[in-house]
């Protein structure tokens, strides 16, 4: 008869090997490889060289770790990518830019005034607040690009 301690030790491992199976990052290096200028998705083939520019899209919890594997593949080869996930699932990556998302209806480049930005955070708590920087304008900028009583 088993220990305890092996059972849970063999339990330890179903429950590993389960995880290991729907790692995102092994998913896609599964489903997508390089060979030299060739680069296959499933079933389809392409080839690098007649390809001028590559953009990666991607949203969703899992997207900072299958851009990471499509980083590995393609490299400098990628163009330029953006991919949103949900607040506390980014990894920083190289050529792709991770946006983290959180509760807030705001939105990464947005121009607002500093009542509404914590307004924002007041109401999404805890649960991935806004981030944001101080941009001081001039009358005119702030007429043209707010909705303060000077426009």
Do not use: W
């Amino acid at each position: 008869m088993a220990s305890l301690a092996q059972l849970r030790a063999h339990a330890r491992e179903i429950f590993d090997a389960g995880v290991k199976t729907a790692d995102p990052f092994d998913l896609v290096l599964k489903n997508v490889r390089r060979s030299g200028s060739r680069l296959e998705i499933s079933q389809a083939r392409y080839q690098l060289s007649r390809i001028n520019r590559i953009f990666v899209p991607g949203c969703g919890k899992a997207a900072a770790r299958m851009a990471q594997a499509v980083e590995d593949l393609l490299g400098e080869g990628i163009t330029d990518g953006i991919v949103v996930v949900k607040y506390g699932h980014g990894l920083p990556l190289q050529r792709i830019k991770v946006v983290e998302a959180g509760d807030t209806d705001l939105i990464p480049g947005d121009v607002i005034e500093k009542d509404q930005f914590n307004e924002a955070n007041a109401e999404a708590g805890n649960g991935g607040q806004a981030t944001g920087e101080e941009l001081i304008m001039g009358i005119t900028k702030v007429a043209l690009s707010t909705e303060s009583f000077l426009s």
